[in-house]
Every structure is written in structure tokens, then in C-alpha cells.
């Protein structure tokens, strides 16, 4: 029975690590999350179980919730702007045009403003297909409920998020023209790239120097930019990386990893640029997270 319950939880481990970090934000914390799950389903007997995948995602789920009313007390002390937690991810993830987008930095920000509640059952019911009766189950509300905060929070992030899904293609394009303008210090050509409206996030935690609050317009970015870089262009590079299933830049310092800096596009332009500073967030950048929505193999 050890050896059936193991199987099923490690053919479903990548997907549960992805519904456990889409509803926190944070891979430490979506690894907790997995520890819980396993020693609660490492006690259930497997022949009661009609729909593995169901009953491993509920547990998940409800574990998350249980989190991230603590990582929301958490996050109102965090000094600073808080961002999720980046992720290097596979190429194959970007393949996965919903997947990608449920995770990319954009749409995760956009889930922040979400209730625990909300956010679960957009995840669940947008992102990985749980049927409204499953969802109920999980989150303890009627499917009549359900729905109706299945609804709301389809409303809340169609308002929230990019216009349209961009491509992998068109954020490379806009992040290949900004690196070339802040590495030169050409102003004309930052501000070309960016949105009138864009705004600038940094997440230093309290540990590394970031904007203490966003600071928003394409002029005021762009002179911090490129007047930050200058300081110091002799000792720092910019390289391209694949971060929660888009382009994205990695800047080291003296060869060491400083900042992630992920964007939002709109219409060609960066309209968000994310910068994660806070070494504690930058443990998964040394190696790739496999993301997916489905088990690897059949249960």
C-alpha cells in the first residue's frame, strides 16, 4: 500500500507543487505545502479513493488556504513591496499557453488581490479544470456558491490582468530592446520601450537595497534605470532566463546573482517590471521547476 500511495503522490507531485504555488506565491511555502499533503495522504487507504488526482488536489488546496491566511499576516510586516517568489522554469512550459500565463509574474500579482477563497477557486476551476462540485468540496461552500465566486473573481482579474496573452516571442522582443537600452544608458530608446503608465516593483526584503515603493511613469523609470546601471555597468550583466514560463533577465553582480527582473508587456510595450532582489527568494533560480497541470503518468 506504501509503495501504491507513493507512486500516485510522486506522479502527481509536479502538479500539486504548481496548484500549492499558484495560491501562495512562494516555493518554500508550496513545499511545505507538499510535505503536509504526503503525510496526510500516506494514511488514506487508497481503495476508498475514486479520483486520485481530486482527492490529492483538495488536500493540497486546503493546506494552501490554511498557508496563506499566514502569509497574508506575514506579508503586512514584510518591509517593502512583497512579489511572488520567481521560478526558472522548463521551455516546455511556455508550450502550455494557459499554464504560463496562470503563472507568470503578471498573473500572479493580479491573484495577490484575490480573497484566499477567490484565489482558490479561479485556480482550480480556470487553470486546472476542477469541476464546481470538486471545488465546493474543497473550499466548503455549495456549488450554487461556487459559482458565484467563480464568476466575481473571472471579473475581478479580466479587469486586472494584460489585455490580451502575449507571447513568449513579443516579451523577448520588448526585454531584448530594453537590456540594450539600459546597458547603453540610451534614454530616448528606454522610454521608447516602455509604457507611458509602467510601473516599477522591487522586492529587496529588508535585505537588499529596492525601491522602497513603486514608482510609476515611463519617465521616472527610466531615468532610475538608467542611472542605476551606470553606477554599476562595470560589474554587472544582464542575461536572459526563462521565469515562470516567460523571458525574463537575470542580473549578477560580480558574477553572483542580484535581481530577477520579470515584465508585463502590453501592446509591445513593458508596462510592469518586476525586480526580485531578496536573496531568500532567488534559491530557484540555480536550477528549473517543473511546472505542469497534469500527473506524469496514469493513476
Same mark, same amino acid.
Given at each position: 500500500?506504501?509503495?501504491?500511495?507513493?507512486?500516485?503522490? $510522486? /506522479?502527481? +507531485?509536479?502538479?500539486?507543487? %504548481? !496548484?500549492?504555488?499558484?495560491?501562495?506565491?512562494? #516555493?518554500? @511555502? &508550496?513545499?511545505?505545502?507538499?510535505?503536509?499533503?504526503?503525510?496526510?495522504?500516506?494514511?488514506?487507504?487508497?481503495?476508498?479513493?475514486?479520483?486520485?488526482?481530486?482527492?490529492?488536489?483538495?488536500?493540497?488546496?486546503?493546506?494552501?488556504?490554511?498557508?496563506?491566511?499566514?502569509?497574508?499576516?506575514?506579508?503586512?510586516?514584510?518591509?517593502?513591496?512583497?512579489?511572488?517568489?520567481?521560478?526558472?522554469?522548463?521551455?516546455?512550459?511556455?508550450?502550455?499557453?494557459?499554464?504560463?500565463?496562470?503563472?507568470?509574474?503578471?498573473?500572479?500579482?493580479?491573484?495577490?488581490?484575490?480573497?484566499?477563497?477567490?484565489?482558490?477557486?479561479?485556480?482550480?476551476?480556470?487553470?486546472?479544470?476542477?469541476?464546481?462540485?470538486?471545488?465546493?468540496?474543497?473550499?466548503?461552500?455549495?456549488?450554487?456558491?461556487?459559482?458565484?465566486?467563480?464568476?466575481?473573481?473571472?471579473?475581478? $482579474? /479580466?479587469? +486586472?490582468?494584460?489585455?490580451? %496573452? !502575449?507571447?513568449?516571442?513579443?516579451?523577448?522582443? #520588448?526585454? @531584448? &530592446?530594453?537590456?540594450?537600452?539600459?546597458?547603453?544608458?540610451?534614454?530616448?530608446?528606454?522610454?521608447?520601450?516602455?509604457?507611458?503608465?509602467?510601473?516599477?516593483?522591487?522586492?529587496?526584503?529588508?535585505?537588499?537595497?529596492?525601491?522602497?515603493?513603486?514608482?510609476?511613469?515611463?519617465?521616472?523609470?527610466?531615468?532610475?534605470?538608467?542611472?542605476?546601471?551606470?553606477?554599476?555597468?562595470?560589474?554587472?550583466?544582464?542575461?536572459?532566463?526563462?521565469?515562470?514560463?516567460?523571458?525574463?533577465?537575470?542580473?549578477?553582480?560580480?558574477?553572483?546573482?542580484?535581481?530577477?527582473?520579470?515584465?508585463?508587456?502590453?501592446?509591445?510595450?513593458?508596462?510592469?517590471?518586476?525586480?526580485?532582489?531578496?536573496?531568500?527568494?532567488?534559491?530557484?533560480?540555480?536550477?528549473?521547476?517543473?511546472?505542469?497541470?497534469?500527473?506524469?503518468?496514469?493513476?
Amino acid at each position: 500500500m506504501a509503495d501504491r500511495a507513493t507512486e500516485e503522490y $510522486v /506522479a502527481h +507531485r509536479n502538479l500539486l507543487f %504548481t !496548484v500549492a504555488y499558484e495560491l501562495l506565491g512562494s #516555493a518554500a @511555502d &508550496a513545499e511545505d505545502v507538499l510535505q503536509e499533503t504526503w503525510l496526510r495522504w500516506s494514511g488514506v487507504d487508497l481503495d476508498e479513493v475514486r479520483d486520485r488526482r481530486a482527492y490529492l488536489v483538495r488536500i493540497t488546496t486546503r493546506q494552501a488556504l490554511s498557508r496563506l491566511r499566514t502569509l497574508g499576516r506575514r506579508k503586512e510586516s514584510y518591509v517593502g513591496s512583497w512579489l511572488p517568489e520567481p521560478l526558472l522554469t522548463a521551455p516546455d512550459v511556455a508550450d502550455d499557453v494557459a499554464l504560463a500565463d496562470s503563472v507568470s509574474m503578471a498573473m500572479m500579482l493580479v491573484l495577490e488581490t484575490l480573497t484566499p477563497t477567490e484565489r482558490a477557486v479561479f485556480v482550480l476551476r480556470e487553470v486546472f479544470d476542477v469541476d464546481y462540485d470538486e471545488i465546493a468540496e474543497t473550499v466548503d461552500r455549495s456549488p450554487t456558491t461556487v459559482r458565484q465566486i467563480a464568476h466575481r473573481a473571472r471579473a475581478h $482579474v /479580466a479587469a +486586472r490582468r494584460p489585455r490580451r %496573452t !502575449v507571447s513568449p516571442a513579443e516579451t523577448r522582443d #520588448a526585454l @531584448d &530592446a530594453f537590456r540594450r537600452a539600459v546597458e547603453t544608458g540610451d534614454l530616448r530608446s528606454l522610454l521608447a520601450v516602455l509604457a507611458a503608465d509602467v510601473v516599477l516593483v522591487g522586492d529587496g526584503g529588508g535585505i537588499k537595497q529596492a525601491v522602497p515603493h513603486p514608482i510609476a511613469g515611463a519617465d521616472k523609470v527610466a531615468r532610475l534605470l538608467a542611472g542605476g546601471w551606470g553606477r554599476v555597468a562595470g560589474l554587472a550583466s544582464m542575461e536572459p532566463a526563462q521565469v515562470n514560463g516567460y523571458p525574463a533577465l537575470v542580473v549578477r553582480l560580480d558574477g553572483e546573482l542580484d535581481t530577477v527582473v520579470a515584465v508585463r508587456v502590453d501592446d509591445g510595450r513593458i508596462s510592469g517590471l518586476y525586480a526580485v532582489r531578496n536573496p531568500e527568494k532567488l534559491s530557484r533560480m540555480s536550477r528549473q521547476t517543473t511546472l505542469s497541470r497534469h500527473a506524469t503518468m496514469p493513476g
